[in-house]
C-alpha cells in the first residue's frame, strides 16, 4: 500500500525540515525524490543522506518563485508527484510584525514563495501528468492561511491561504485527468523537539504534541498513491486537533 516505487516525485523546499521530512518517507515509499531548495549545498546534503540509505534521489536546486528557473532545471521532464512545500519567506528571513507596521516592499518574499512559486511549480508539471493521465499535486498550506491568526504574519497568511484557493481550483479542472490536488494545512510544527518553547506550545495543542516532518511525509505519502486517487479538491488539517475542518 502506498507503494510509489514507480513514480518520479519533485518536493520544493527540502534541502530542510518539513520538505526532508517528506524527501525521506518518499524515498522509504520508492520513489525517485528530486530534492529542491534554493541552497545546492542544502540539496546534495540531503540527497547525499537519502542515497547512503539506498533511496534514490537526486538534487534540482532552482529558485521556486522564478518560473524561467523552475522550466528549465525541469527541462521537459514529467514529474508524477509535486509536493509544493517551499515556503516562509523564501530565502529571506520572516520576521514576525503587526500588518499595520509593515510596507509593502516586506509583503514581496512570502507572497512570492507561498503563492507564485505554488504557481510556477504547479503550471509547469500539469502539462506533463495531464498527458500521461495521472499526476499528484500536494500543497503543504498552513492553519496560517485557513484561519486568522494572531502573530504577526499577515502576508504569509495571505501567500499560504491563497495557495490553498488556488490549488483547490486547479483540482477541479484537472479532476478528470487522471491529476489529484491537495492541501495540508499544517498546525504548530518542530524540526526538533525539546526546548522549553517547544514543550510550552505543545501543551496548547489537543494531541500534547508538536508536529514532525515524519507526520507530514506519511500524509503527503498517502495523496502521493494510487489509494488516493478520489481525494481531491481537499485542504486537510494536520495539526494534532488544533485546526478542525
Request: with cysteine; hydrophobic share 45%; aromatic share 4%.
Amino acid at each position: 500500500m502506498f507503494d510509489l516505487s514507480k513514480r518520479t516525485a519533485l518536493v520544493t523546499g527540502a534541502g530542510q525540515g518539513m520538505g526532508t521530512g517528506v524527501a525521506e518517507v518518499f524515498g522509504t515509499q520508492g520513489a525517485h525524490v528530486l530534492v529542491n531548495d534554493i541552497d545546492s549545498d542544502r540539496a546534495e546534503a540531503v540527497v547525499e543522506r537519502l542515497r547512503t540509505e539506498g533511496h534514490r534521489a537526486e538534487a534540482m536546486p532552482f529558485d521556486v518563485t522564478d518560473l524561467d528557473a523552475v522550466r528549465t532545471a525541469l527541462g521537459g521532464r514529467t514529474i508524477d508527484i509535486l509536493v509544493n512545500n517551499a515556503g516562509n519567506a523564501g530565502a529571506e528571513r520572516m520576521a514576525p510584525r503587526a500588518f499595520v507596521d509593515t510596507t509593502p516592499d516586506e509583503w514581496v518574499a512570502p507572497l512570492a514563495v507561498n503563492l507564485d512559486g505554488v504557481m510556477n511549480c504547479t503550471h509547469a508539471v500539469l502539462p506533463g501528468m495531464i498527458e500521461q493521465g495521472w499526476g499528484r499535486v500536494i500543497g503543504v498550506v498552513s492553519g496560517a492561511g485557513t484561519q486568522g491568526v494572531h502573530i504577526g504574519v499577515a502576508a504569509y497568511s495571505a501567500g499560504k491561504g491563497g495557495a490553498a484557493a488556488l490549488l483547490r481550483s486547479v483540482a477541479l479542472e484537472v479532476a478528470r485527468k487522471g491529476v489529484t490536488v491537495n492541501s495540508i494545512a499544517l498546525g504548530l510544527m518542530s524540526n526538533a523537539g525539546g526546548s522549553d518553547v517547544t514543550s510550552g506550545l505543545a501543551k496548547t495543542i489537543p494531541a500534547g504534541r508538536l508536529g514532525t516532518p515524519q507526520d507530514l511525509g506519511a500524509l503527503c505519502a498517502y495523496l502521493a498513491s494510487d489509494e488516493a486517487s478520489w481525494m481531491t479538491a481537499q485542504t486537510i488539517p494536520l495539526a494534532g486537533g488544533a485546526i478542525t475542518s
